[in-house]
């Protein structure tokens, strides 16, 4: 791994429980000291910004950016900005990377839930036991790089494992890939990347090469508070000429019962995810509407956006018709050409993105 191939970007914000063990995991990887980690502080208000000063003075590969709070979109903005390196890749501070292979079979004996679909196994395992530790390999760096460049890809994707805890109750969720892949710019593998990229519910355990970034200008939505890592990854995937798979790569994703991605039923919650899936998919269906080659793709994701409205329900104008779930057209054709659908998706970007 040659110096500055990979800008590891971190935001942070009150991160003082996590981000020592996030930092460890990372510079306990194969040759961690060519790494750029680049940790951008969104105005924490704990002991955050001490801790890193302390790596800092033992490890001169890391740096600190300060901001005042403004999100975690801002923040990774911020820091695709300071990155130098030919790759990025982005991890959250309560997270940790490089799970062995071996940890990850061991889970997959134990699951309770198993499912295999477009090369992804995915499953469900009960925490061995209380004390149950993430074993953690040495590779996660270097495998993703070295398929980026024996392939040439703009997005290699990595798996995870997710460990939830949920008051009383703890258990591991998995997205691995079962084998290294690489997908081209056809429609059909756009389809499958896309479902792939929205399982994966994150931007992070992956690598995306920073010239494709900065030529496609592709940065995340500031002022959008969920959901907005998918439609980072939705759109990278879509836009790459190239996406590869990584299988032996797992980052370890931390899932807290205080998190907001743990999902209520509170009317303020419903809410903000209501918000959040009307400019994701707003904003993708845009991009899928573009050429005609990808109507299949857009009729599958405009489906997908329907079926929202009775999970959310929310039957109002910023939903299309739920009558699209059961629309029979393979190729969406009258949606894909109906003015009043492009109205309506032009007028949920200007309702619901931030003004610049």
């Known amino acids: ?117 477009n090369d992804v196994r995915i499953f469900r395992s009960p925490v061995i036991n209380s004390k149950s530790r993430v074993i953690l390999g040495r590779n996660y760096f270097t495998e993703m790089l070295n398929i980026a460049h024996q392939t040439n890809s703009d997005v290699v994707l990595g798996g995870k494992i997710t460990h939830k805890q949920m008051l009383t109750t703890e258990y591991f969720t998995a997205h691995l890939y079962d084998r290294h892949i690489t997908y081209d710019a056809t429609p059909t593998e756009k389809a499958i990347l896309l479902y792939q990229a929205d399982l994966r519910e994150s931007a992070n355990a992956a690598l995306y090469r920073r010239s494709f970034l900065r030529k496609n200008k592709l940065r995340f939505i500031d002022g959008m508070n969920l959901d907005e890592d998918i439609l980072f990854c939705m759109l990278a995937v879509f836009k790459a000429n190239r996406v590869s798979t990584a299988p032996d790569t797992i980052y370890v994703y931390n899932r807290h019962c205080n998190s907001l991605s743990n999902f209520n039923h509170s009317e303020t919650t419903r809410s903000k995810y209501c918000i959040a899936n009307i400019q994701r998919f707003s904003l993708l269906l845009t991009e899928l509407s573009r050429s005609t080659k990808y109507a299949q793709n857009y009729n599958y994701w405009l489906k997908k956006f329907s079926e929202l409205s009775n999970v959310y329900q929310e039957r109002d104008e910023n939903y299309p018709p739920s009558t699209c779930m059961a629309c029979p057209y393979d190729k969406c054709d009258r949606c894909f050409q109906n003015e009043t659908i492009k109205i309506l998706i032009q007028k949920n970007i200007e309702n619901f993105l931030p003004k610049r």
């Not at 799970?99 to 679909?117: D, E, G, V, W």
Request: glycine residues 6%; positive net charge.
């Open 1 to 117: 791994m040659n110096k500055t191939q990979i800008s590891v970007i971190i935001p942070v914000y009150n991160g003082s429980e996590y981000i020592a063990s996030c930092l460890d995991s990372i510079i306990y990887q194969n040759n961690s000291h060519q790494l750029e980690i680049i940790i951008v502080d969104d105005g924490s208000v704990d002991d955050t910004h001490d801790i890193v000063r302390r790596y800092q003075l033992k490890y001169p590969n890391i740096s600190l950016l300060r901001q005042k709070n403004a999100g975690v979109s801002a923040a990774r903005n911020n820091g695709i900005r300071a990155a130098h390196g030919k790759f990025v890749t982005f991890i959250d501070a309560d997270d940790m990377v490089g799970a062995a292979p071996k940890f990850a079979n061991q889970l997959y004996k134990t699951s309770i839930r198993k499912l295999h679909k």
